[in-house]
Structures are given as C-alpha cells and as structure tokens.
C-alpha cells in the first residue's frame, strides 16, 4: 500500500464532468453541469478523503488574473 510520502495528494486523477452542486474549492465557485473538470481528493484530518471538483483554469492560477475563466 502506497503511503501519503509516496503519492502526490495534490494530483487530479482525470478529467470529467462534476455532479450537480458541486463547488471548486479553488475559487468557491460552483461547477456547472456539464463543465470540464478535474476529480481530486483532499484529505481531511480525523476523517476519510473528500472528492472535489476544480476548474480546469484553476489548475493554473495565471489563466484566472489572465481573465481566461468567467
């Protein structure tokens, strides 16, 4: 079994589209239905991972100060 030192937690693992009502922890604002995203998890202590759904522009933080995402 993998442990936390040899994953990158910080990593997405893919491209998908996010369940109704669902919101970027990035930028906290919601991800539409059928917007591309990525699926990740956060850890949280005391408890089991959490799914999130992010942006794809809040993968790069520049692209959102570039004005690419409305």
């Not at 998908?16 to 990035?26: D, K, L, M, R």
């Not at 906290?28 to 999130?52: I, S």
């Amino acid at each position: 079994m993998a442990t936390s030192t040899e994953t990158d937690a910080s990593r997405f693992e893919y491209e998908t589209f996010a369940p109704a009502g669902e919101t970027c922890p990035a930028c906290m604002r919601p991800v539409k239905t059928l917007e591309r995203c990525r699926r990740g998890t956060l850890t949280k202590p005391g408890g089991p991972d959490v799914v999130v759904y992010r942006h794809m522009d809040c993968d790069n933080p520049q692209a959102l100060k570039q004005g690419r995402r409305q």
